[in-house]
């Protein structure tokens, strides 16, 4: 019976990461679509005009699904390295939970600093006479921004989906070629995050907006595996993705 329960209680978990993971590719990619890499792209006075052209509430509101997308993944990921329990694949599910959340933090705060310092210094600029007083701080608060934002390409958008990829890889109870997907987003990722943050200009700052998409396509398919697991284990069938890996044991003796 506690075991019974036990398990209930696993794939309500389960489920609920499903949902997490997708419910935070769509706030993510809708956040992300609403903030345009302005920052990224344009100059001060560009950055301070956009965002003082907006209504009051829109570039918070930005910012604010970027971190409810963030709060999403990080119960997803949880939820994943949970269900992840062989080998190599459970220990580096364990190590992307512990980095998705050192991710979200930065995250979090690259999103406050934006969503409400860069509003309110938009919002002063436009409505003072002299505006160009307000440009060394924009100047300032950009900078700012730019070490946190290559925080977030790094630690979050990065490091985690290198690790969940490679676990999901080496665990077998996904299709492995999902984990590699995830990689190789993660991979680009951490790339371009550790690039900005040394001041590299290698490659265009706008090529991380394509593997922002892989990871959110990772998530969307993802989620519909994690439930797709939950519901397996109710109905006491093999384990989607597992089946694929596994050889019968007619071969294996063979």
């Not at 907006?209 to 939950?230: E, K, N, Q, T, Y």
């Amino acid at each position: 019976m506690r075991e019974e329960m036990q398990q209930t209680r696993e794939r309500t978990f389960l489920r609920i990461g499903a949902v997490c993971a997708v419910l935070g590719a769509i706030v993510s990619v809708a956040a992300g679509t609403g903030f345009g890499n302005v920052t990224n792209e344009l100059g001060t006075e560009a950055v301070l005009r956009y965002v003082s052209s907006q209504p009051t509430w829109y570039w918070p509101t930005v910012y604010l699904g970027f971190i409810l997308g963030a709060l999403l993944w990080v119960g997803a990921f949880v939820a994943l390295s949970g269900s992840l329990t062989h080998g190599a694949g459970w220990a580096l599910g364990r190590l992307g939970a512990a980095s998705v959340v050192v991710g979200a933090t930065v995250h979090v705060i690259d999103s406050s600093i934006s969503g409400v310092g860069l509003a309110r210094l938009a919002d002063a600029w436009a409505s003072a006479s002299e505006q160009a007083s307000f440009l060394h701080e924009g100047d300032m608060l950009l900078w700012v921004l730019g070490g946190t934002w290559a925080g977030v390409l790094g630690l979050f958008h990065g490091l985690p989906f290198v690790l969940f990829g490679l676990a999901v890889v080496l665990d077998r109870s996904y299709p492995s070629w999902l984990g590699w997907l995830g990689f190789a987003g993660g991979l680009g990722s951490l790339l371009i995050g550790t690039m900005m943050f040394l001041g590299l200009e290698l490659v265009p700052e706008w090529l991380f907006i394509v593997f922002a998409l892989v990871v959110s396509v990772f998530m969307l398919i993802l989620g519909a595996l994690m439930w797709r697991h939950a519901n397996a284990a109710r109905n006491g069938e093999p384990t989607p993705g597992r089946e694929e890996q596994m050889p019968n044991r007619s071969e294996a003796r063979s």
